[in-house]
Nanobody, 124 residues
Framework: QAQLVESGGGLVQAGGSLRLSCAASRRTFSNYGMGWFRQAPGKDREFVAGISTISDTTYYADSVKGRFTISRDNAKNTAYLQLNSLKPEDTAVYYC?????????????????WGQGTQVTVSS
């Protein structure tokens, strides 16, 4: 499995934007669907977005649909999450992970090789 490293988090005002990156250490990156999850303090980790191996299918949580965009560049072994129109409730640690099972893209149990996370803080 690839090792994943997230970056791009930070502090932003409500309505602002950030672009998160998830860099994979192995060239087998293109073999895996990718997902982004987030975890706010005191809450369970939740699905944010997912993308298939060749970017032909994307998935989004209802709470971020129309504001966030997931993408990937297999030549660079990197997945991205563009966060627009950020809200204070988007504040969380954001994690990327590789989809290692055939199950639903929405369930964290189908993912492995989790990154260490990157903090996103949205001020009101």
């Amino acid at each position: 499995q690839a090792q994943l490293v997230e970056s791009g988090g930070g502090l932003v005002q409500a309505g602002g934007s950030l672009r998160l990156s998830c860099a994979a250490s192995r060239r087998t990156f293109s073999n895996y669907g990718m997902g982004w999850f987030r975890q706010a303090p005191g809450k369970d980790r939740e699905f944010v977005a997912g993308i298939s191996t060749i970017s032909d299918t994307t998935y989004y949580a209802d709470s971020v649909k129309g504001r966030f965009t997931i993408s990937r560049d297999n030549a660079k072994n990197t997945a991205y999450l563009q966060l627009n129109s950020l809200k204070p409730e988007d504040t969380a640690v954001y994690y990327c992970a590789a989809k290692v099972s055939r199950g639903s893209a929405y369930y964290s149990l189908n993912y492995g090789a989790w990154g260490q996370g990157t903090q996103v803080t949205v001020s009101s």
